[in-house]
């Protein structure tokens, strides 16, 4: 900066998201505002959130410098929704509209035609396709209509991979200048020291001190397929009686998955742990990291697939994940699922047959990639330039 000079004046964006709750989505978004304060840098953020609740993340949100703003009418009410959100567009003098919703931020885009901001962004952060409504015919109809609605309205089409923004486009060639990838900034700090002992783990989950844990990290939702992972520890337990299974997290399958649990006779061989703040620990205390995400469609990018390396974790994966989390370091098998439960047993033995990966080299090899902290930053500072 020249002496004399101004510090820029940060542009003022209104990130639409569903809500601060523990998704992938909104928890990279608070570690970036987290992030950017610790860079002695300025943001002017707000999110909007599209479901009407409190959520979890909205203090902390706020305790960053950004206000929260929770619509005063549910998605479903299209019409109202939308004038709710062009009122705040509106009133809120905003130069860029970060929308999150993959397909469905073409309603948001709607809510904006003819303001004048400076930036629309439509971020693509899975390869799903969703739209939410019920009616499968609903949703083949309107897929394309707003996946053109986006392409036309938006002058930034971001992916957090190279198949989440091949996906959303549809077949369209990648634009220079409008389409970009942007991988999420991962946090290695919580992970340097996070090796307290396996011991500590195995006392306060009440599992023997010789337990070997299969750890499972996200939404307990079919997209992240975590009943597949309860076959598969069955399958692993039966060949070795010292594994048990831990899951951390939450979401629309919980009580299928402990009722898969207690049918396959494992009522003492898992727990459920819900939604953690220590989950670096439990990684570092694990033992393999498992993610059977189904192959179709795959999954855009797991983030806890890289946390699980750096906590210097062997990975359990479908071919539904893709090479785009995977560090140079990483320590895996990819299995098809259709090879059964037994099949991912076998590799799991197999894995720990070998040494354990280098959590440090990791961390390393993170420093070297998009990931980076700083550059994943700079590069969504970028985006609102």
Excluded at 116 to 136: C, F, G, Q, S, Y
Excluded at 232 to 249: E, K, N, P, Q
């Amino acid at each position: 900066m020249l002496r004399g000079a101004e510090p820029a004046v940060p542009a003022r964006v209104l990130h639409v998201v569903e809500g601060l709750e523990h998704g992938a989505v909104e928890s990279w978004l608070l570690r970036m505002l987290r992030h950017s304060q610790r860079r002695g840098l300025t943001t002017d953020w707000t999110f909007y959130c599209a479901l009407d609740r409190v959520g979890a993340n909205d203090g902390q949100a706020r305790a960053l410098g950004a206000r929260v703003i929770h619509s005063p009418v549910p998605l479903g009410r299209k019409a109202a929704f939308v004038r709710a959100l062009r009122q705040e567009l509106r009133q809120g003098g905003y130069a860029v509209l970060h929308a999150h919703h993959d397909l469905v931020s073409a309603v948001y885009l709607a809510a904006a035609a003819g303001l004048p901001l400076k930036r629309r962004i439509v971020h693509a952060h899975n390869a799903d396709e969703a739209v939410p409504t019920p009616n499968r015919l609903k949703q083949r109809i309107l897929r394309e209509p707003m996946r053109r609605t986006c392409l036309m309205l938006a002058d930034r089409i971001v992916g957090n991979s190279h198949l989440s923004l091949q996906t959303f486009l549809g077949g369209q060639r990648c634009r220079g200048g409008r389409d970009s990838i942007l991988y999420y900034g991962v946090d290695p700090t919580p992970f340097c020291g996070a090796q307290a002992g396996k011991d500590t783990l195995r006392r306060e989950l009440d599992l023997p001190a010789d337990a070997r844990i299969l750890l499972f990290a996200g939404r307990l939702v079919p997209e992240k397929n975590p009943l597949f992972a309860v076959d598969a520890l069955a399958a692993l337990h039966a060949r070795d009686s010292r594994v048990s299974g831990v899951f951390v997290g939450d979401g629309a399958l919980a009580l299928a998955v402990r009722e898969r649990a207690i049918a396959k006779g494992l009522e003492d061989a898992v727990r459920f742990l819900g939604w953690r703040g220590d989950v670096p620990r439990i990684m570092a205390g694990s033992d393999w990291f498992i993610l059977p995400h189904p192959e179709q469609p795959s999954e855009g990018f797991g983030i806890a697939v890289v946390e699980a390396q750096l906590a210097g974790l062997p990975l359990l994966l479908s071919l539904g994940v893709t090479d785009a989390p995977l560090l140079p370091t990483a320590s895996f098998r990819r299995l098809p699922l259709s090879a059964g439960p037994d099949a991912w047993a076998v590799a799991a033995v197999d894995l720990a047959g070998g040494p354990r990966p280098s959590a440090r080299d990791a961390i390393r090899a993170l420093a070297e990639s998009p990931m980076e902290m700083d550059r994943a930053l700079d590069a969504l500072l970028a985006l609102h330039a």
